[in-house]
C-alpha cells in the first residue's frame, strides 16, 4: 500500500512525461508543493547544496524502487509500467499537476534552479551553484543574503521532533540560529523517518549543523512505560534530577564547552512538549548551575 504523497509523486512525474533528471524533478517538485499545493504541501524542504531539497523525497524514491514503480537509476527519476498505472490521485489534483506540468514544460536545467532560487531565496543559502546559475543578476544574489538567518549568540535551547517531519525540523534549527544538535536520547532510534541516529546526523551534517550524542543523558525506555498524565511526567522527572542528572557532570560539561565555543546547542529528543521531555530538566540544570543561558526554552 502506497501513502497519499507517494502517489502524488509518482502522479506529478507522470504529468511532466513520466522520466525526469534528478536535479530537475527536485526543482519542479520543490516548486509544485510550495507553489501549487499551499501550506500542507506533500513534501517540505531544506536549504541545501543545489537548493531546496527533501530528504523525504529520496527514501521515497529508495522505496519505490523497491517495489518496481521508479526504475534504478541514481541520476533520474523515471516511471516504470507499474508505476504510470499506480500514478492515480484525485481528478482535481491531477489536473492541477497537469497545468503546473504545461506552465513549465520549457524550463529545466540551470534556468529551472535560477527560476527556484528566483521565487523562493530562503532555500539558496546553502547553494554551491548560486552565484553561477544568477551570475549578473545582483537584485536575486541580495535577496539570497537578505533570508539568510542572521548568526546568534551562543545559548541554549531544546526542540522536539513529535509531529514533525525531518525537514520542518532542520529549518526550525536553521532559522533559529542553532549550530550544535545534542542527542539526549538513551537509544536514538526512532520508526519515524529521519529521525534515527545515523539518518539525523548525515541530515544535520548536509544543512551545516553538527551533531553530538550524549547517551548518559537519556533515559532507560522501560523508565518510560505507562506516562499517561503530566503528573506521571513530572514523577518520573523528580528521581531523574534526584538520581541520574547529579551524576552527569562530564556530560554538562561538554555542553558548556560546546556553548563556549561559540555554539548555540540544541538539545533535542522525541516530545513536543518540554514539560513532557527529560530535556528541559537537563537544560535548567545548565541554567541553575551558570553553565548556560536558555536563549529559547523551546524551538
Same mark, same amino acid.
Given at each position: 500500500?502506497?501513502?497519499?504523497?507517494?502517489? &502524488?509523486?509518482?502522479?506529478?512525474?507522470?504529468?511532466?512525461?513520466?522520466?525526469?533528471?534528478?536535479?530537475?524533478?527536485?526543482?519542479?517538485?520543490?516548486?509544485?508543493?510550495?507553489?501549487?499545493?499551499?501550506?500542507?504541501?506533500?513534501?517540505?524542504?531544506?536549504?541545501?547544496?543545489?537548493?531546496?531539497?527533501?530528504?523525504?523525497?529520496?527514501?521515497?524514491?529508495?522505496?519505490?524502487?523497491?517495489?518496481?514503480?521508479?526504475?534504478?537509476?541514481?541520476?533520474?527519476?523515471?516511471?516504470?509500467?507499474?508505476? &504510470?498505472?499506480?500514478?492515480?490521485?484525485?481528478?482535481?489534483?491531477?489536473?492541477?499537476?497537469?497545468?503546473?506540468?504545461?506552465?513549465?514544460?520549457?524550463?529545466?536545467?540551470?534556468?529551472?534552479?535560477?527560476?527556484?532560487?528566483?521565487?523562493?531565496? +530562503?532555500?539558496?543559502?546553502?547553494?554551491?551553484?548560486? @552565484?553561477?546559475?544568477?551570475?549578473?543578476?545582483?537584485?536575486?544574489?541580495?535577496?539570497?543574503?537578505?533570508?539568510?538567518?542572521?548568526?546568534?549568540?551562543?545559548?541554549?535551547?531544546?526542540?522536539? +521532533?513529535? @509531529?514533525?517531519?525531518?525537514?520542518?525540523?532542520?529549518?526550525?534549527?536553521?532559522?533559529?540560529?542553532?549550530?550544535?544538535?545534542?542527542?539526549? &536520547?538513551?537509544?536514538?532510534?526512532?520508526?519515524? +523517518?529521519?529521525?534515527?541516529?545515523?539518518?539525523?546526523?548525515?541530515?544535520?551534517?548536509?544543512?551545516?549543523? &553538527? +551533531?553530538?550524542?550524549?547517551?548518559?543523558?537519556?533515559?532507560?525506555?522501560?523508565?518510560?512505560?505507562?506516562?499517561?498524565?503530566?503528573?506521571?511526567?513530572?514523577?518520573?522527572?523528580?528521581?531523574?534530577?534526584?538520581?541520574?542528572?547529579?551524576?552527569?557532570?562530564?556530560?554538562? @560539561?561538554?555542553?558548556?564547552?560546546?556553548?563556549?565555543?561559540?555554539?548555540?546547542?540544541?538539545?533535542?529528543?522525541?516530545?513536543?512538549?518540554?514539560?513532557?521531555?527529560?530535556?528541559?530538566?537537563?537544560?535548567?540544570?545548565?541554567?541553575?548551575?551558570?553553565?548556560?543561558?536558555?536563549? @529559547?526554552?523551546?524551538?
Amino acid at each position: 500500500m502506497l501513502f497519499e504523497r507517494q502517489k &502524488r509523486l509518482l502522479s506529478l512525474l507522470d504529468a511532466l512525461g513520466g522520466e525526469q533528471g534528478g536535479l530537475d524533478f527536485q526543482k519542479l517538485l520543490f516548486l509544485y508543493c510550495e507553489e501549487v499545493e499551499g501550506p500542507e504541501p506533500t513534501y517540505e524542504f531544506v536549504p541545501y547544496r543545489f537548493g531546496g531539497f527533501s530528504f523525504t523525497s529520496y527514501a521515497d524514491k529508495r522505496r519505490l524502487i523497491e517495489r518496481g514503480l521508479l526504475v534504478d537509476e541514481e541520476r533520474s527519476w523515471k516511471l516504470t509500467p507499474a508505476g &504510470r498505472k499506480a500514478a492515480a490521485v484525485p481528478g482535481l489534483v491531477r489536473m492541477g499537476m497537469d497545468r503546473f506540468a504545461r506552465t513549465h514544460a520549457a524550463l529545466r536545467g540551470d534556468e529551472l534552479v535560477a527560476e527556484a532560487y528566483r521565487r523562493h531565496p +530562503y532555500y539558496a543559502i546553502r547553494s554551491e551553484m548560486a @552565484a553561477r546559475v544568477l551570475a549578473g543578476d545582483k537584485m536575486a544574489l541580495k535577496a539570497i543574503e537578505a533570508t539568510r538567518p542572521p548568526k546568534s549568540e551562543p545559548g541554549l535551547c531544546t526542540i522536539g +521532533y513529535e @509531529a514533525s517531519s525531518l525537514e520542518n525540523y532542520l529549518n526550525r534549527l536553521l532559522r533559529n540560529g542553532v549550530t550544535l544538535l545534542c542527542d539526549v &536520547r538513551r537509544n536514538p532510534l526512532s520508526r519515524k +523517518y529521519g529521525f534515527s541516529k545515523g539518518t539525523l546526523s548525515k541530515a544535520c551534517e548536509g544543512v551545516g549543523i &553538527r +551533531y553530538e550524542h550524549l547517551p548518559e543523558l537519556g533515559i532507560d525506555s522501560d523508565q518510560r512505560r505507562e506516562l499517561n498524565t503530566q503528573a506521571d511526567y513530572d514523577a518520573l522527572f523528580e528521581v531523574y534530577e534526584r538520581e541520574s542528572l547529579p551524576n552527569q557532570g562530564e556530560a554538562l @560539561a561538554k555542553i558548556t564547552q560546546w556553548i563556549g565555543e561559540g555554539q548555540r546547542v540544541a538539545l533535542t529528543c522525541f516530545e513536543k512538549h518540554p514539560h513532557q521531555c527529560h530535556r528541559h530538566c537537563v537544560a535548567e540544570a545548565l541554567e541553575r548551575g551558570g553553565r548556560a543561558r536558555l536563549v @529559547a526554552v523551546h524551538l
